[in-house]
Each structure stands twice: as structure tokens, then as C-alpha cells.
């Protein structure tokens, strides 16, 4: 018997997708409605950030490599405003280039946990599920 997960249990997650890839962020989103989540994809770090202040969200997948403003960048913003009100958003990084290096700067910037790409679906939502149950025993 399989056992049920965070993300099958609670009402579905709205997730803010930030990929500039259109065929990857068609096909990170088939992953993730097929969790019943609901997906908003941004393209660029911009349209990330003023997405996130005007609609609500249960979690944030970056691609580090944005045009413009990086995944690593659009965190720091994110994490710096939420230092006023105490919240904390889950954020993943999607970075098809990992390095150690750029890993340990992206969590220093507030990044929750690395995701490498392409994915599959049951890496992805593991790594969801992880994060989600990290960030809720803190």
C-alpha cells in the first residue's frame, strides 16, 4: 500500500512557477496538476516578484537562471520583505548548471532546498513534500 503524502492530504497547493523555458514550465506544470496543484508561471524574476505580493502562495519553484534578475536575486528580494512580517514561503531552486558553489550562495540567499533539471515527477514531488514538512516542523 502506498502511503499518502503532505501534498494529497491538505487542499491543493498553489505553486508560483518561475522558468523561462515555455516547454519545460508546460511540462514542470502537467507534473504538478497531476497533484491537483494550481499552477501561475512567471518568466521572468519581475513578473515573479509582483506575482508573489499580489496573490497568495504556497510555495515558489525558481529557476535560478532567469534573464534579467536571477532565481538567487528574486530570493533575496523575497526574503528581505518577508524579514517584516515573519513569513517564510518555500522556495526550490530548478537549476540545470549545479554547482556547489552556486548552491551554498543560493541558500545563503534564503533558498530553501535544490532541485536539479530536467526532473521527473517523483523527484519533484518529493522534493515539495520534503520542503514542506522541513518547514513545517520549524
Known amino acids: 500500500m502506498e502511503s499518502t503524502t503532505l501534498m ?5 497547493l ?8 515555455p516547454a519545460l514550465a508546460r511540462l514542470l506544470q502537467i507534473f504538478l496538476k497531476m497533484k491537483a496543484c494550481q499552477v501561475v508561471v512567471a ?3 519581475q513578473e515573479a516578484l509582483d506575482l508573489w505580493e499580489t496573490e497568495e502562495f504556497d510555495l515558489i ?3 535560478v537562471n532567469l534573464p534579467g534578475m536571477s532565481g538567487i536575486d528574486v530570493t533575496g528580494v523575497i526574503r528581505d520583505r518577508e524579514m517584516a512580517s515573519g513569513a517564510h514561503i518555500p522556495i526550490i531552486a530548478l537549476t540545470a548548471h549545479f554547482r556547489q558553489e552556486a548552491a551554498s550562495q543560493g541558500l545563503a540567499a534564503g533558498l530553501d532546498e535544490y532541485l536539479p533539471k530536467p526532473t521527473n515527477p517523483e523527484t519533484l514531488y518529493n522534493a515539495i513534500q520534503l520542503t514542506l514538512q522541513k518547514l513545517s516542523r520549524s
Open 8 to 12: 494529497e492530504t491538505t487542499a491543493p
Open 14 to 21: 498553489r505553486i508560483l512557477l518561475v522558468e523561462d523555458d
Open 43 to 45: 518568466t521572468t524574476g
Open 61 to 63: 519553484l525558481m529557476d
